[in-house]
């Protein structure tokens, strides 16, 4: 059974950190990432991580420079370290992953979605 297990959601003050984390069992995967979405809003992209050929990374405009996304293949996670945290950010943040090789910040080429885990910054 392919389970992705998000944590590390939480509330912060704009301006601080968070550190998520996604753990992947049941299956293995090519690349991995994170997405966000507010109430009635679509899913959106934030970063992904594909690692079939290299590691390769690749991030939303709106994150880039202040997120990071990372692998750890032991425990088969993927984290997203998020810093310089906006109010605008604040989602329930979505891991998704698949076997696909191609990068992609499209969230219908994810075929494994956790469950989410929310996130709150405070202005």
């Known amino acids: 059974q392919v389970q992705l297990v998000e944590s590390g959601g939480g509330l912060v003050q704009a301006g601080g950190s968070l550190r998520l984390s996604c753990a992947a069992s049941?299956?293995?995967?090519?690349?991995m990432g994170w997405f966000r979405q507010a109430p009635g809003k679509e899913r959106e992209f934030v970063a992904t991580?594909?690692?079939?050929?290299?590691?390769?990374?690749y991030y939303s405009d709106s994150v880039k420079g202040r997120f990071t996304i990372s692998r750890d293949n032991a425990k088969n996670t993927v984290d997203l370290q998020m810093n310089s945290l906006k109010p605008e950010d604040a989602d329930v943040y979505y891991c998704?992953?698949?076997?696909?090789?191609?990068?992609?910040?499209?969230?219908?080429?994810?075929?494994?979605w956790g469950q989410g885990t929310q996130v709150t910054v405070s202005s």
């Open positions: 998704a992953a698949d076997s696909g090789l191609v990068r992609t910040s499209r969230a219908s080429d994810y075929n494994y």
């Open positions: 049941g299956r293995t995967f090519n690349r």
């Open positions: 991580i594909n690692w079939w050929n290299g590691v390769n990374r």
